[in-house]
């Protein structure tokens, strides 16, 4: 069954990148969203097998939601060219679904944390984000009225990969303590796919934002990267 899926969501994904390189269509709508669906499907399977061990139930009931917000996220922008006059709702809408899952995955790292809080971590990925955005000119994208959005956004995109590496360089979070026989853990899983999503979402802030704009090796290129950290992510509730 786990190579039946496998095959199925690589078929949709080869498709998918393909048909979208040719710029928006519905159709291109349609096998995006079902790469989403597939991916929480994985959630949805990460959660059952997590459900039996109360310490990991939220932490698989907050990643399913933070799947499920990316897949939302993913239909918002996916129909903002599509949508006559929807454009810039659908594309703050993005932003938001985007946000909001990047929040559910920082929780649920996070959790059972404690205190003190890891200002160092936060401090660091702030100051980050607020020179990506004062830099911008510099970096040649123009973010306009969006730079606090850009700002937040890229403050929530940094703190996934940030945390997942200060979680298994500390040993904090209860998933830490949990290795397979392999040695991977599911924080090292998470800090990794949080490293896709910083590399495919700077690609795409250079198609919406820079001079790269709506360029279709760009395009699949930010594919690669994004399905590759929600796949991981997806996958790595069976790493505890």
């Not at 349609?30 to 597939?38: I, Y």
């Not at 700077?202 to 399905?227: D, Q, R, S």
Request: charged share 10%.
């Amino acid at each position: 069954m786990g190579v039946v899926f496998a095959v199925v969501v690589a078929v949709l994904l080869l498709a998918n990148m393909t048909v979208r390189a040719r710029g928006a269509s519905w159709l291109a709508v349609g096998l995006k969203t079902a790469c989403g669906v597939c991916f929480c499907v994985l959630g949805v399977a990460g959660l059952i097998h997590v459900w039996g061990d109360i310490r990991f139930r939220e932490l698989g009931v907050l990643i399913l939601v933070g799947l499920v917000l990316g897949l939302l996220g993913d239909l918002s922008l996916a129909l903002k060219d599509l949508v006559k006059g929807g454009y810039d709702a659908l594309f703050l809408a993005g932003f938001g679904f985007f946000a909001l899952g990047h929040l559910a995955y920082i929780v649920a790292l996070g959790r059972g944390w404690g205190t003190p809080i890891p200002w160092v971590p936060i401090l660091i990925c702030a100051a980050l984000a607020a020179a990506y955005v004062l830099f911008s000119k510099q970096l040649k994208l123009d973010f306009g009225k969006m730079a606090p959005v850009v700002g937040v956004y890229s403050f929530l995109v940094l703190m996934l990969p940030a945390m997942g590496f200060f979680t298994v360089a500390t040993g904090v979070g209860p998933s830490q303590a949990l290795r397979t026989t392999g040695g991977v853990s599911q924080p090292e899983i998470i800090a990794a796919a949080g490293l896709c999503f910083l590399v495919s979402d700077l690609i795409l802030a250079w198609t919406y934002f820079g001079p790269g704009k709506n360029k279709g090796w760009e395009h699949v290129l930010c594919y690669v990267f994004y399905y590759a950290a929600q796949f991981g992510i997806a996958a790595s509730l069976f790493w505890v």
